[in-house]
């Protein structure tokens, strides 16, 4: 089965820019997750999406961050405007949620990996 | 909040040595403890998991221990190969239901000199 997309796999930006992310999660999961991944450190939850609805929001900087789910399927997640700290890889997750039981695997795409100049 | 802490932060082993990376929780609710595998420039991948009603869980050459009263659990590689050289994170979660959060470690990297 085709795993988790994400695009673009490399993005470089100047502070102050927008930037834009895309996942197309494994048809049929109905949980996707953004992940920030700072170099040296584990992916920090940002935003858990069930099918279109949040979840949990509680680690996005709202000022700044915002992401949509629209129809249930593919997610984008957006900074504007970037901050140098925010340079990182954003990982996008995916699980079946509550259809696959409570034990349910997170499969991760690629990752983009942000530089903010 | 949950907070799961690794140490230390690199590990070096020789090929064909055991190796064991291990992880404290704070949250005594934690009932879910998997171990991703991150490979340089690549996602991370489950390679095990361990639920808090088994102390502990084996696949070939990788196992898990948990200890509930400690907050601990751990990683154990036996007969390590050097494509076993990789980051390591452990990760913990409340699973009241699908939308509790995964809380992950810093990472340890493993690397295991042929």
Same mark, same amino acid.
Request: net charge positive.
């Given at each position: ?15 102050? /820019?927008?930037? #834009? ?9 109905? &949980?996707?997750?953004?992940? /920030? /991944? ?11 999406? /069930? ?15 915002? $992401? ?13 405007? #970037?901050?140098?700290?925010?340079? $990182? ?22 990752? &983009?990996?942000? &530089?903010?100049? | ?9 690199? =590990? ?8 064991? @990376? ?17 490979? =340089?420039?690549?996602?991370?991948? =489950?390679? @095990?998991? *361990? ?10 050459? @990788? ?11 751990? =990683?154990? *590689? ?29 990472? *340890? ?6």
């Amino acid at each position: 089965e085709a795993g988790v997309a994400q695009s673009p796999r490399y993005k470089i930006i100047e502070k102050r /820019q927008s930037v #834009a992310f895309w996942c197309n999660p494994i048809s049929g999961h109905a &949980t996707l997750y953004w992940y /920030q /991944q700072i170099l040296g450190q584990g992916p920090k939850l940002l935003i858990q999406f /069930q099918n279109n609805g949040v979840v949990d929001d509680s680690q996005l900087p709202k000022d700044r961050f915002s $992401a949509e789910r629209l129809k249930g399927v593919d997610s984008t997640l957006k900074i504007q405007p #970037a901050k140098l700290e925010d340079s $990182a890889v954003y990982l996008c997750a995916s699980s079946l949620g509550l259809a696959g039981g409570p034990w349910n695997e997170q499969f991760f795409g690629p990752g &983009t990996r942000l &530089t903010v100049l | 909040g949950e907070n799961v802490e690794q140490h230390p932060s690199t =590990l070096s082993v020789q090929e064909g040595d055991s190796a064991v @990376i291990k992880c404290t929780y704070s949250d005594s609710a934690s009932n879910y403890f998997p171990w991703y595998k991150q490979e =340089l420039g690549k996602r991370p991948q =489950l390679i @095990i998991d *361990i639920r808090s009603n088994v102390g502990e869980k084996k696949d070939q050459r @990788i196992a898990v221990t948990l200890n509930k009263t400690a907050k601990h659990f751990s =990683l154990h *590689i036996t007969e390590t190969q050097p494509e076993d050289s990789a980051v390591y994170f452990c990760a913990a979660r409340n699973y009241t239901g699908a939308n509790s959060k995964l809380t992950f470690g810093k990472g *340890i990297t493993l690397s295991v000199r042929p």
